[in-house]
């Protein structure tokens, strides 16, 4: 610890020093003292110096300016640290002449504060994430449904034809309002068009018969009867939720559900007559029906 300890104690009389006067060096202050503000000045009539200040780090005892040693302060043994004297006079520091740095790679703070390090400057700014809806994410296209019917491709006039419609949840990466992110798509509902002026939405992609345990024309709930025989296209269109994940900055749902359309699938529908027979197709493959 290094002590520097500097009283007031001259006054001026008939124009020289008391004789219980400080002495002071005439030279320059080194920048140290400078800094510190505890740089003496000798004026001719007196000396004005300042108080006492104390360096963390610094060996304690032993030098000092006379102030230290002319009042008669008992010296101090090896290791030990003097006590600065009491003035009986205010004192007044000088200000710093230049910022004071703490550590390494900080700015620049007002002396005798310390200065903030960088690894505790202010944390990053969070951005502004304004409400997402599905317009924004547009770029964003998620899988499209795969869509079969049974039986493959035909239908019966009259009879339920079933729609089986695969999709699962999955993720899509990209940017959005300048910043990396995910887009997790989940499956909530299925749109079919059936072609014949029938729409039908249903939260389900549906199953077989097989997968159900039912047999075939079975009615279920994507299933779907035609009441005139022609030429149909099917159409599937998932609709999906959506979630935002931007990392660091949190999850934001997307207004609004995402539509994706599967290709359309062609049906035929035919018509179905009954007819009594003595074979069946299999035996006789050219009989009535077959």
């Not at 510190?36 to 004026?43: D, I, K, P, S, Y």
């Not at 007002?110 to 951005?127: I, K, N, Q, Y």
């Not at 299933?223 to 159409?235: D, F, I, K, L, P």
Request: hydrophobic share 35%; aromatic share 6%.
């Amino acid at each position: 610890m290094l002590r520097i300890a500097v009283v007031v104690v001259a006054l001026s009389v008939g124009g020289q020093l008391a004789p219980h006067a400080v002495a002071t060096r005439t030279g320059l202050c080194s920048p140290q003292e400078k800094i510190l503000g505890v740089c003496a000045q000798n004026t001719g009539s007196s000396v004005e110096v300042g108080g006492v200040v104390e360096l963390p780090g610094s060996p304690g005892g032993g030098a000092g300016s006379g102030a230290a040693r002319g009042g008669g302060a008992p010296p101090t043994a090896p290791g030990e640290q003097s006590a600065p004297r009491e003035s009986t006079q205010p004192i007044q520091l000088t200000p710093c002449e230049q910022n004071f740095f703490y550590n390494v790679e900080t700015r620049p703070a007002p002396c005798g504060e310390r200065a903030t390090p960088a690894e505790e400057a202010e944390d990053e700014e969070v951005p502004a994430i304004p409400p997402i809806s599905a317009a924004d994410i547009a770029s964003f296209l998620p899988v499209p449904p795969a869509v079969t019917t049974e039986p493959a491709g035909i239908a019966a006039v009259g009879m339920p034809m079933n729609t089986v419609t695969g999709s699962s949840a999955h993720t899509v990466e990209g940017q959005l309002f300048g910043l990396p992110v995910s887009v997790r798509f989940t499956p909530a509902g299925f749109r079919h068009d059936f072609g014949d002026g029938t729409v039908r939405t249903v939260d389900t992609g549906g199953a077989s018969w097989a997968t159900l345990g039912q047999p075939e024309f079975t009615p279920t709930p994507t299933s779907h009867t035609y009441r005139a025989r022609g030429e149909y296209t099917v159409t599937v269109t998932a609709l999906y939720t959506a979630v935002v994940d931007f990392g660091e900055w949190g999850t934001y749902p997307v207004l609004g559900e995402v539509a994706s359309t599967a290709p359309g699938q062609p049906v035929r529908v035919v018509e179905v007559h009954t007819a009594l027979v003595s074979r069946t197709c299999m035996e006789q493959p050219a009989g009535p029906g077959c």
